[in-house]
């Protein structure tokens, strides 16, 4: 990879000497349908990740509970050894049940297991970034996260896990943490639509912590809107390169994972870097 490739500008966590490029890629729809099974081509699953880090992309983000662990082991095989520079973020807190469900799972033992997994799949003896998971995909959910982070950072002093991040969170769960590990990001549902985070951002951006948005068009089911069309239009653009352009000039400190299984949609979305909102199409995309 060309050290001179940087995909949206470089972004450090802090109180580390990790930095990553604001674009990486989400590696979740490289699993099957719904986030479940082998994907029905691998070969093209390997190729996309290939294809990733070759354009640029450092950061890339997982969980075994994609699959699950599907999908942490086809990065494994498309991408171990891997090169220095490319950090791995992963998530623990919950499974999947036999039929495709989602459980939250934050008791002791699931956390220490979903880490051990986490590693055994990826092929790595720590892991650059775990980030413990709250909530369910669509939000937060107000409660103590103590006994779990508490043992997050104890397979931190065991080297285990590199750095500790929070997914699915309040500002006052985040603020809390902070008296039991330094917390490296936050992940959270955020694009045009869900603005709910704006000052949390803001906040998170005063002291350094990046903020990496899940969901940049809406979710599962795809934001359709007219003004977003328009725009995208207007820039011989698509709406996700749009949304994602929105999200980088929104603040300095977001990280984006955009995810895809197919190589002509990865070029599509790292090439939203170039693109440059004028104030009037950020108004306009703002009244969404």
Known sequence: MSEQ????GSYMFPGTSTSV??????????????????????????????????????????????GPHITNQIIKKALHPYSEDLTIVTKVGAKRGDDGSWILTRSREDIISSVHDNLRNLGL??????????????????????????????????????????????????????????????????????RGDDQFIDDLAKIGVPYVPYFPLGGFTPLQSSELDTVA?????????????????????????PGTSSIGHLREN?????????PEAIAELESI
């Open 233 to 257: 239009e207007t820039l011989g653009a698509t709406p996700m390169q749009v949304a994602l352009a929105w999200l980088l000039q929104r603040s300095p400190n977001i990280l984006l994972i």
């Open 270 to 278: 790292l090439s939203s870097v170039d693109i440059q909102l004028t």
């Open 21 to 66: 490029n604001r674009l990486g890629y989400g590696a979740m729809q490289l699993a099957g349908p719904g986030v479940f099974g082998p994907p029905k081509d691998e070969d093209a699953a390997i190729a996309v990740l290939r294809e990733a880090v070759a354009a640029g992309v450092d950061h890339i983000d997982t969980s075994d509970f994609y």
């Open 125 to 194: 003896e720590a892991m650059d970034v775990v980030n413990l998971r709250v909530g369910n995909h669509m939000g937060a959910v107000d409660e103590s996260i103590e006994e779990p982070l508490s043992v997050l950072a104890e397979l931190k002093k065991q080297g285990l896990v590199r750095y500790i991040g929070l997914s699915t969170v309040t500002p006052k769960q985040f603020a809390d943490s902070q008296k039991i590990t330094d917390i490296v990001c936050i992940q959270n549902m955020y694009n045009l639509v869900n």
């Open 5 to 8: 490739v940087k995909l949206g």
